[in-house]
C-alpha cells in the first residue's frame, strides 16, 4: 500500500496539472466573445502566454475561422462540416467530439484583419518555446510580418539563452526591425546599421516604406539609403548566383538529355528524332512505378530508374533491330524513319495512357531547399538532378573507357570491316550502342519528370536543344557534351531576365548558328570517326 501512495500522489498532481491548465484556457473563453477588439486580443495574448499545445490549436482553428461556442451551452468548439447541412463539433480544449449541429446552434468567434494579426504573433511566441528549432527559426521570421512592440521584452528573453547559432542571428534581426519601428532616432539609426546585413526581402520593405516618412536629407534618411543600397547589392548578387544554379540545373537536364542522342547520332551516325520520345518512356515509366506503389513514393525513384533505362533500352533495341539497321549509311533516311516512329509512340502514349499531362510526385528527400540566406536557397530536387547527371556522365564514359564492350563499340565505329574480321558481331554491338543511347533517355526522362508535368509532347520540347548541343559540343564527344551542356544551360538563364525565354533561345541558336560556320566540327573535334557504309 506504501508503494502505490507515491503512485497515485503522481497521478493526482498531473491530473490537477492538466485541469489547471484547462481552466486557464477556458477563463479565457468568455473574453474571446467581446465585441471589444482589445479585450479580445488581451484573450488571445493570454491563451498564448499558457503556453499548452491546445492552445495553439485553439488559435489555429480561430485564425481559419472554425472557432464557435454552442448556444444552448456556451462551450467552445471548433467544427468541421458534414451531411445535411449540419456541422461535427470537437471540443476546443480536448479535441472530443461534442456532437453534430446545425448553424443555427452555434456562434461564430468573429476576426478581422487586425485580430488575425494579432493571432499570428501570439502563434508564433508559443513556438518561440519550442524544443523544434526550425520551428524557432520560422517563428521568430514570422513576427517580421507584424512588428508588435509588446513581444520586444519576450524575444530579448529568448536571444539570452538561445543556442542555436541560426535562431540567435534571427532574434537580433527581429528584435532591431521592432526598436528601428518604434524606437527613438538613437535606437533606429543603431537598428539600420544591424539591419543592413539582414538578407529578408521584409527588411527592405521596412525601410522602403520608413524612408516615405523620413525627413530628406537627414542622419536617419541616409543611414537608411546605405542600408537599402547594402541589402540591393547583395540581393543582385544572389540574383547571379540563382540564375548560375538554374543554368546548371538546366544544363544537367540538356546533358542527360543530349549524352544519350551524342551515342547515337555521334557514334552511329543516326539523326534519331524519335530520341525525345525515349525520354518520355522514361518519365512515363517513373508515373508507372508511382502509379503500382503509392505508398512508397520515397523509394520510388531508385526503382524507376533502373526501370526506366531497361525499358527505353529495350525499345531502342527493338527500333534499331526492325528499321535503323536497314538505314546505316543514310542519315537523312534515318532522320524521317525515326521522325515517323516518334509520330507513332507519341500517339501510342495518347491513346493507351492519356491525352492529358501527368504529374510525378516529388519524393520527400527531394522535396524544400538547402537554404544559403534568407533570400537564396538551392531546391533539393534541382540540386540532386546536377549531382545525377554528374554520376551518368562518368559512369558512361567509365563504361566506353574501360569495357569490353567500349572497345568493341569503338573498333566498330572507327573500321566496321576490321572489326568484323577480328570475330566482333557488329550488328549486335550496333543494337546495344542504339540501346545504351535510348536507356540514358530513359534516364534523362525520370530526371525531367522531377521538374515538370508528363506528358506525350515532353520529348519534343527537348530534342532541338538536344542536337543543338551535340553539334556544339562535336558529334561523338563526351567532354563536348558536358561543357555544351552547361555551357548554354547558363547562357541561356543569365539572358533570359532581361531578354525573356523566347528570345534568349533565339539569341542562343543564332550563336550556335554563328559559331558552326566558324568550327563545323564543334567545339572538340574528333578525327577519323565516322560510320561506314
Request: proline content about 2%; hydrophobic content about 50%.
Amino acid at each position: 500500500m506504501n508503494r502505490l501512495i507515491p503512485f497515485i500522489a503522481l497521478l493526482m498532481s498531473l491530473m490537477l496539472s492538466a485541469f489547471s491548465h484547462a481552466s486557464a484556457l477556458e477563463s479565457q473563453f468568455e473574453h474571446l466573445k467581446s465585441k471589444k477588439a482589445s479585450e479580445k486580443a488581451a484573450a488571445i495574448h493570454a491563451i498564448a502566454s499558457t503556453g499548452e499545445p491546445q492552445a495553439e490549436v485553439i488559435l489555429n482553428q480561430m485564425l481559419e475561422g472554425k472557432l464557435y461556442y454552442v448556444k444552448r451551452s456556451g462551450e467552445f468548439v471548433y467544427i468541421e462540416k458534414g451531411e445535411d447541412k449540419k456541422y461535427t463539433a470537437y471540443s476546443a480544449l480536448s479535441n472530443d467530439t461534442v456532437g453534430t449541429f446545425k448553424k443555427r446552434e452555434l456562434k461564430k468567434i468573429r476576426v478581422n484583419n487586425r485580430i488575425r494579426g494579432q493571432i499570428r504573433t501570439a502563434m508564433a511566441t508559443l513556438q518561440l518555446n519550442s524544443n523544434d528549432s526550425d520551428l524557432r527559426l520560422k517563428a521568430v521570421r514570422n513576427l517580421r510580418d507584424a512588428l508588435d512592440a509588446n513581444i520586444l521584452p519576450t524575444l530579448k528573453s529568448n536571444l539570452e539563452t538561445e543556442e542555436n547559432s541560426k535562431v540567435a542571428s534571427a532574434l537580433e534581426v527581429t528584435i532591431a526591425a521592432i526598436e528601428f519601428a518604434y524606437g527613438d532616432l538613437d535606437l533606429q539609426l543603431k537598428s539600420a546599421h544591424v539591419l543592413a546585413d539582414s538578407d529578408d526581402p521584409k527588411i527592405l520593405v521596412l525601410f522602403r516604406k520608413a524612408l516615405e516618412k523620413t525627413a530628406k536629407p537627414s542622419e536617419l534618411s541616409s543611414a537608411i539609403e546605405k542600408s537599402i543600397e547594402a541589402i540591393e547589392s547583395r540581393q543582385k548578387m544572389y540574383g547571379i548566383a540563382e540564375n548560375l544554379f538554374f543554368g546548371l540545373s538546366a544544363g544537367s537536364v540538356l546533358l542527360l538529355s543530349a549524352i544519350g542522342l551524342a551515342i547515337t547520332f555521334g557514334v552511329m551516325g543516326v539523326i534519331n528524332m524519335a530520341h525525345g520520345e525515349m525520354m518520355m518512356i522514361g518519365a512515363y515509366t517513373t508515373f508507372g512505378i508511382q502509379a503500382l506503389f503509392p505508398n512508397f513514393i520515397d523509394y520510388s525513384l531508385f526503382l524507376a530508374i533502373p526501370a526506366a533505362f531497361l525499358v527505353s533500352g529495350a525499345v531502342g533495341i527493338l527500333i534499331e533491330r526492325t528499321v535503323i539497321r536497314h538505314l546505316y549509311g543514310r542519315p537523312l533516311e534515318t532522320l524521317l524513319a525515326t521522325f515517323g516512329i516518334s509520330l507513332i509512340l507519341q500517339q501510342a502514349v495518347r491513346t493507351f495512357v492519356s491525352p492529358q499531362n501527368q504529374s510525378v510526385e516529388n519524393p520527400s528527400w527531394m522535396s524544400g531547399s538547402l537554404e544559403i540566406t534568407e533570400s537564396f536557397g538551392l531546391t533539393f530536387n534541382r540540386l540532386y538532378i546536377i549531382l545525377f547527371s554528374l554520376i551518368v556522365f562518368f559512369a558512361l564514359m567509365a563504361l566506353l573507357k574501360k569495357s569490353l564492350f567500349g572497345l568493341q563499340m569503338r573498333a566498330v565505329t572507327q573500321n566496321r570491316a576490321m572489326a568484323n574480321s577480328m570475330g566482333i558481331r557488329s550488328n549486335w554491338v550496333d543494337a546495344l550502342t542504339f540501346g545504351l543511347g535510348s536507356g540514358v533517355a530513359g534516364i534523362a526522362g525520370v530526371a525531367l519528370s522531377q521538374i515538370s508535368n508528363v506528358g506525350p509532347n515532353l520529348g519534343q520540347t527537348h530534342i532541338i536543344d538536344s542536337f543543338m548541343v551535340v553539334v556544339f559540343g562535336g558529334v561523338g564527344n563526351l567532354w563536348g557534351t558536358l561543357v555544351a551542356a552547361m555551357g548554354l544551360g547558363i547562357v541561356n538563364k543569365l539572358i533570359e531576365p532581361w531578354a525573356g525565354a523566347v528570345l534568349a533561345k533565339i539569341i542562343v541558336l543564332v550563336f550556335i548558328i554563328l559559331f558552326i560556320q566558324r568550327r563545323p566540327r564543334g567545339l572538340f573535334a574528333l578525327k577519323g570517326r565516322a560510320v561506314e557504309g
